[in-house]
């Protein structure tokens, strides 16, 4: 490998920061489209300089920019996402129906195999898909015509389809999470779907333990080992061996079950990382102390991360998407702030450095081992 | 010919420096305006009105010599000095958020 390339999407741009396999000195280009919120970017692992990104504002509504040439210069693609036939409805704040409506872009996910493949996740919660680099989208509706569809209801950040899991032995295979309805699972490319939310526990709704309507924050899997996922529920980590038939908790010894993102290892299947957040209402740090939690049992026993963070007076949140971890040796593992800061450890989390400290609102982070 | 004013976000998607000249067929409107705006520049579609139901996005407003046609009918004319060319349309992103 001859470098890595963490791609930032911000409040206000995108950011591309460059750096060798050492992953000491960085290269900093930005912003891209500079007061646009960009939502998320990511890279296509087929082609390494197809880079697509999430652009929108309140006033102009989604973009979607495509880079063929790793994030130097970008076109505008389709923009186009309409429901397939009449959308129907979902539940509103007031337990009211509410029409279906597009909202924005909150993930985008390239085919493993084909540049020209990517998945949209968007809110009101939907999936798309292109198969010809961006220039259309269509949606796969089986998801967003589930039975259990017109129960869904929004969390405080919108009803917003934010992760999406493909299984690298089982093309057919996808995992999509929903605020706030849940995991659910596809084994037929997208054609049908059903939630796989078994054992996870919610308190706040009517039924703690209901097949949908459970705060998913994100959700995350090792590629060599597709049927364990790992989960950062709204409260509770969570863990499923069997592809999400059922969960078990395993938040064991963190100081906050709370959080967004969860990721796992690039080389140990078992390793994982938690940013712990007080409560649903603060949102910040416990104790002011920013750190990453780690286990590396698959959860259960969790050990914090502090070296180069900082410990005292640190306010800031780390939302779901916004967490990556690279697959050079030793793994790389990233993070962004909502105060702006992005952070690097190259070796598996032990060491903290921030590439950049004072960035716009970090919305996501992704990184890219380079060839 | 019209003349059309973009907001600057609009005009760096489009890659346009100052003011937007058009030929537009017929009835100068805001659909045939904003028609013949969006064949000439199709990164802007969706962005000025929504692309199916084609309503003026919430936070764009549009105005046209002083006067703010925002809720006029899209297929009404727009005042004759905006079809002749002496006045430029004016797309403008709302000023909100405080």
């Not at chain 1, 539940?91 to 009211?96: F, V």
């Not at chain 1, 596809?186 to 939310?197: E, F, I, L, M």
């Not at chain 1, 924050?217 to 409260?235: D, E, T, Y």
């Not at chain 1, 640190?314 to 702006?340: E, H, I, Q, S």
């Amino acid at each position: 490998m001859s470098g890595v390339r963490v791609l930032v999407g911000t409040r206000k741009g995108a950011f591309v920061l460059a750096s060798d396999g050492k992953r000491e000195r960085w290269d900093v280009t930005g912003p891209h489209f500079g007061g646009w919120e960009i939502f998320h970017l990511k890279a296509s692992p087929a082609d390494p300089n197809r880079v697509y990104a999430s652009q929108g504002t309140s006033w102009f509504g989604q973009l979607i920019q495509r880079s063929d040439d790793g994030g130097k210069t970008w076109e505008p693609v389709g923009n186009k996402f309409v429901y397939d036939g009449v959308p129907g409805t979902h539940l509103w704040y007031d337990g009211t129906p509410h029409p279906w409506e597009f909202a924005r872009v909150w993930h985008l996910e390239p085919s493993p195999t084909d540049p020209d493949t990517v998945y949209a996740g968007v809110e009101d919660a939907a999936l798309f898909r292109t198969t010809d680099g961006g220039q259309t989208w269509h949606e796969l509706p089986g998801l967003r015509t589930h039975e259990s569809a017109s129960s869904w209801a929004p969390g405080a950040g919108g009803m917003c389809l934010h992760t999406i899991l493909q299984d690298p032995s089982r093309s057919e295979r996808l995992f999509v999470a929903i605020s706030s309805a849940g995991t659910f699972r596809t084994d037929d490319a997208g054609k049908s779907w059903r939630p796989v939310n078994r054992g996870l526990r919610s308190e706040q709704i009517p039924n703690p333990t209901a097949e949908v309507g459970h705060c998913v924050h994100r959700i995350a899997m090792h590629p060599s080992r597709p049927g364990v996922l790992f989960m950062q529920k709204h409260w509770d980590v969570m863990r499923s061996d069997d592809a999400g038939e059922s969960w078990q908790e395993v938040s064991g010894n963190l100081p906050s079950d709370f959080g967004f993102p969860i990721d796992v290892h690039a080389h140990e299947p078992d390793t994982i990382y938690v940013v712990p957040i007080k409560s649903d209402s603060e949102h910040y740090p416990p104790e002011g102390k920013l750190r990453l939690y780690r286990s590396r049992t698959g959860g259960h026993e969790w050990e914090a991360l502090t070296n180069g963070l900082p410990q005292r007076d640190c306010y800031v949140n780390v939302l779901r998407d916004a967490m990556a971890v690279d697959a050079l040796d030793p793994c790389g593992v990233y993070f962004g702030t909502t105060g702006g800061q992005v952070y690097a450890s190259a070796d598996g989390g032990d060491r903290w450095t921030p590439i950049v400290r004072d960035l716009p609102a970090v919305l996501s982070v992704e990184v890219q081992a380079l060839p | 010919m019209i003349r059309v004013v973009l907001p600057a976000h609009l005009r760096k998607l489009a890659h346009v420096d100052g003011e937007v000249t058009l030929d537009v067929e017929g009835l100068v409107t805001q659909r045939s305006l904003l028609d013949a705006l969006e064949a000439r520049y199709p990164m802007l579609r969706g962005t000025i009105r929504d692309h199916v139901s084609q309503q003026r996005r919430p936070f764009v407003r549009f105005f046209a010599c002083e006067q703010d046609v925002s809720h006029d009918a899209p297929d009404a004319p727009l005042p004759a000095a905006v079809a002749t060319g002496d006045e430029p349309f004016l797309v403008v992103g709302a000023m909100a958020g405080g």
